[in-house]
């Protein structure tokens, strides 16, 4: 189900609310998110075990439902159609399976990870009439957090529902620039960097082969944060990274970032000042629409600015 429907004027219009942000605060999110990052490689473990490979790993991949509020992994390759989920703000996993199938349930809360991992064995043998599968656990270079070396998951109530209300909005708004633009890929969460995001293919009609270094994109994206910018932000990344000399100056909010591993990165200011250099951040709904188009300008020499819905 898409998260927009036609409005009385015939433009696109969310059908899903935007949540308001800002409570608890930005600041107050980086210990929750680090469990939570750790969380979701369960659902990256799911997905390498049963979903088919691609070369690009998009297969371990997740997407954002508006409607359970919660990451989704694709369905698994082997006529099951099961699909692991995890709901942030309830810290629960839920395996889905053909309706009207109820969803098998496991709260997080006050367990570990290898817990979980346990009962998704458990829960797919029961799903599928087959011999109870044992799961390797992905060991991702990731900010290390103790879950990840068997503490309990206990990060607070208020801040996991801050971080899912974060996804839910970026979801919204990143779906309409995957509906907007040509040769946009569908909306993904990828479990390593923690990042939900669309990728723009510029010149994408060609049928001629280009090296993947070569070939030209924008990502568009949102993080909750990482070691370099602790709070969330939002990012606009064209590729190849173009000259730090001469770029053109961006509307407010909009900043450029240069000082960190991925140079050349085009963004907005945060909702908090940055500590340090590091990935760009960004604020507002409009930044990635307007990040976007000078990314393609960029790459380019021309790029048309695309009016999301409000």
């Known amino acids: 189900m898409s998260s927009f429907v036609p409005g009385p004027d015939g433009r696109l219009r969310f059908a899903s609310r935007w949540i308001r942000l800002g409570d608890p605060t930005p600041e107050m999110l980086g210990d929750a998110r680090r469990q939570l990052h750790w969380a979701v490689q369960l659902l990256a473990s799911f997905a390498e075990a049963l979903v088919p490979r691609r070369p690009d790993d998009s297969h371990a991949a997740v997407t954002w439902s508006p409607e359970r509020r919660a990451f989704l992994s694709e369905e698994s390759g082997d006529g099951s159609e099961l699909r692991l989920g995890l709901q942030p ?25 290898a817990e979980a991992a346990a009962w998704l064995e458990t829960a797919l043998a ?94 568009v994206g949102m993080t909750p944060g990482d070691d370099s910018y602790p709070d969330p932000y939002w990012y606009v990344t064209p590729w190849p990274y173009p000259a730090a000399t001469g770029l053109p100056k961006l509307p ?3 900043a450029w970032h240069t000082e960190c591993s991925a140079p ?30 000078c990314g393609k300008q960029l790459l380019c020499g021309n790029g048309s600015c695309t009016d999301y819905p409000p």
Do not use: K, N
């Open 89 to 113: 703000g309830e810290l629960v996993y839920r395996l889905y399976g053909p309706a009207p199938t109820r969803p098998e349930v496991f709260e997080a809360r006050g367990r570990t990870l």
């Open 126 to 219: 029961a799903r599928t009439g087959g011999a109870t599968q044992t799961f390797r656990l992905l060991e991702p270079d990731i900010a290390y957090h103790r879950v990840a070396a068997g503490a309990t998951f206990d990060a607070a109530p208020a801040d996991l529902a801050e971080l899912e209300r974060w996804f839910h909005d970026a979801f919204l708004l990143l779906e309409a620039v995957s509906i907007a633009e040509e040769g946009a890929s569908p909306v993904r969460v990828w479990p390593h960097h923690f990042d939900i995001a669309v990728l723009i293919e510029l010149g994408a009609e060609d049928d001629r082969p280009v090296d993947p270094e070569e070939a030209r994109s924008v990502g």
């Open 252 to 254: 407010p909010p909009g």
């Open 264 to 293: 050349r990165t085009l963004s907005a200011p945060g909702t908090s000042a940055p500590r340090r250099p590091g990935p760009p951040a960004s604020r507002g709904r409009r930044s990635p629409g307007a990040g976007s188009c």
